[in-house]
């Protein structure tokens, strides 16, 4: 009798009890996804995202449940474009990596998956806020100098770029109607070097500059020197690969060559225009591109990158990242420098890789990552700054 009074007791609770528990965890999955997918309104530029970030809080709290529902959260949070803070972006990485189920792992491929095709067709630009390649350093502040109608009745607006305080170009764009521009062009502007416009920095650019635009002539003027370029001669585009003779001088891919490095892929659709793709599958390749996905598939940037290393870099193609990627035996000024990535396979299933990363003369930084080889994928599952200076 006890016996069945106390089957009767644990049924009832079972009933009416276990929809309430499924029903507060469902809520409370959703109250973390609204949390972690909020407009984004704050950036963490610093060195290091704080404890009480709501969303990291939100991150931590997904990891201790870690069901395969939690890892839908972090996998959706890594795939919307309009959350752009990196470092959360890394920190749900390590936390799929942390988890390690195979929908965790899962995770991880679909988010490598998704990055992959973010270079098809690269977002149209927008005047404000863009972000820089690497967190440690600040967004750039881009809005137009002026602006200016063509012949053809097409509006431009040009400004300039300032990768750092040291670095400033004028770059040129076309509207798209509403907000949105078409990719920058770098200006050419015959007697100013590109790279380095010391002259321009030492006469207080901003101050001083001023500009006479007519139709498609645009002359700088800055303390009575005129510099002067045609918006058409910045156009022109010997090998009609979509990238004009200009960009590629500054990215140094072949002008006369419509597949600099003959993959099949055309310079202006290839984010990798100097690598051609490869078919290597082995364990340091599948650890540099998970790294590599890591810092850079995470960042909504699209300066170019440049990937400093030897000959056993000549297959790695790295992929996943919102601008060029280039290959070169040595850094190269105005780019976003990545001197190596160096890795060390310490059993079939870890491994340490140490990325160093520079910024023109001036700064740099070097980060170490923990990588696991889970169901059959490298993921990296600690992540840390070593030095910056
Ligand atoms: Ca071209
Ligand atoms: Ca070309
Ligand atoms: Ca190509």
Redesign the pocket.
């Known amino acids: 009798m006890l016996h069945l009074k106390l089957n009767r007791i644990l049924l009832y609770l079972f009933v009416v009890l276990m929809p309430c528990i499924v029903f507060a965890r469902d809520s409370e999955l959703q109250a973390l996804r609204e949390t972690l997918l909020q407009e984004d309104t704050t950036t963490h530029y610093a060195l290091s995202v704080p404890e009480n970030d709501p969303r990291l809080k939100a991150i931590r709290k997904l990891r201790t449940i870690g069901s395969p529902e939690a890892v839908a959260i972090l996998r959706e949070f890594l795939t919307v474009d309009r959350v752009n803070c990196q470092q959360l972006k890394q920190h749900s990485l390590i936390t799929l990596g942390n988890i390690g189920t195979r929908p965790a792992i899962e995770s991880i491929r679909q988010f490598e998956a998704w990055s992959k095709k973010r270079f098809i067709k690269p977002p149209a630009f927008r005047f404000g806020e863009k972000d820089h390649a690497i967190y440690t350093f600040s967004p750039h502040q881009l809005t137009p100098l002026a602006k200016t109608t063509d012949e053809k009745n097409t509006t431009w607006a040009i400004f300039q770029w300032k990768c750092h305080s040291a670095v400033a170009e004028i770059w040129i764009c076309k509207s798209l109607g509403d907000v949105l521009w078409s990719q920058p062009i770098l200006l050419d502007l015959p007697g100013i070097p590109q790279f380095y416009p010391f002259s321009i920095k030492h006469r207080k650019w901003d101050d001083k500059c001023s500009f006479q635009i007519k139709k498609d002539s645009i002359k700088i003027v800055v303390d009575k020197q005129i510099w002067e370029s045609r918006i058409s001669d910045n156009l022109a585009d010997l090998d009609k690969d979509g990238l004009p003779d200009l960009v590629e001088a500054r990215l140094l891919t072949d002008p006369n060559n419509p597949?600099?490095?003959?993959?099949?892929?055309?310079?202006g659709k290839?984010s990798n225009?100097l690598t051609?793709r490869h078919s290597d599958n082995n364990d340091v390749t599948q650890i540099r591109q998970a790294v590599f996905s890591f810092l850079f598939a995470t960042s909504n940037s699209q300066d170019a990158l440049v990937i400093v290393g030897g000959a056993d870099f000549a297959r790695q193609e790295y992929y996943g990242f919102g601008g060029f990627v280039l290959r070169s035996p040595q850094s190269r000024d105005g780019f976003v420098n990545i001197t190596g990535i160096k890795v060390e396979l310490k059993s079939p299933d870890t491994a340490t890789a140490t990325i160093s990363d520079w910024e023109g003369n001036l700064a740099a930084s070097g980060h170490q990552a923990k990588l696991k080889k889970l169901h059959g994928k490298w993921v990296v599952v600690e992540f840390k700054m070593e030095w910056i200076s």
């Open positions: 597949d600099s490095d003959k993959d099949g892929l055309p310079d290839d225009p051609p």
